[in-house]
């Protein structure tokens, strides 16, 4: 009971939810660590992903922890991705600091947190938490586009599983008729888009092995390094798999079941940036209109992403205009009603914001 009412402290009926800052406090206490939060906002109609700039604010925080030789440092992390490369630049940064890295997976952490968490000595994980393939899906200038002029993202494993398909599936084994179904590939598919897919899908199975050989440095491991990235990267089939900590652990990953206090402040933790960051909340811009009775709101700020230590916090934000989209009424009046419950999203600015 003490420490259900350390966690949400009871006034009456109401329950007040603590700061992050406290959070953090105490499961460095527990832990024992030094703490930074990294949570993308994985919120319905925005898409915010791990992206380059945040290894930059991160070496902040760590220098302003004065991190002492051999403290742990726990990266509690979640996102549905992002940038391939950020994951080998940042461990690479926490490991200038200490060789003791952790990384704490309250739910989600995808694609390239999943990679993150590879270079980690450990991945604590709690009851919900989820890690996933880490087959890209890629986009260049060559990808096909929806008739709306959006490019279309190519998974590695779409492609694989094509040749599969023809190979295993409809049994064409004869070369002519493979070159035949490459060909029908190439022609819905520009070849230079094809050749990005596999530049991206070695990539990302050459950056699993160097993140994992970071802290498997024994000879042995090398079959386990292989099995994990082959796993990863080629034989989960879809990149949407949730891989829970029994499978992962099944994985061979260092996979740890923090004690009970330790689970409830890492899933605390995630419900203080869940309701921050409002990600249980879909963002759409003609309800909000809709909802406020108005045809502009400006601005609208959504938080995309935070950076959080004991020292201080960072948020990523961008501000939006929604206005109703201008009709003249002389147009005709089926145009006029769908204008009048239609939203245009404007994008103002976007940047990071530092808090003490």
Known sequence: MKDILKENLLQGDKIIKRDSNEIIKELQTERNSKVIAYVVSTRQGVNFQIADDAVRIIYDHLSNLKIKKNTKIDLFLHSFGGVGVVPWKLVNLI?????????????????AATLIALGANKIVMHPMGELGPVDPKVANEFNPTTPQGQQIGINVEDVASFVSFIKDFVGIRHEDELIQALNTLTNNVHPLAVGNVYRFYAQSRMMAKKLLKLHKTDPKEEHIIDEITETLTSKLFFHGHPINRKEAADLKLAIEEPPLKVENLIWELYCF??????????????????????????????????????????KFISEFKIIRPPIPSTAPLSLQIQASIDAILIPLSSGWQSEK
Do not use: H
């Open 95 to 111: 490991r200038e600091f200490t060789n003791n890295f952790e990384v704490l997976v309250s739910y989600k952490a995808y694609s």
């Open 273 to 314: 940036y869940e309701d921050n960051l409002e990600m249980k909340i879909p963002f759409n811009p003609r309800e909000m209109l809709n909802k406020a009775g108005v045809d502009k709101l400006d601005p609208v700020r959504v938080i995309g992403a935070c950076i959080e230590s004991e020292a201080k916090k960072d």
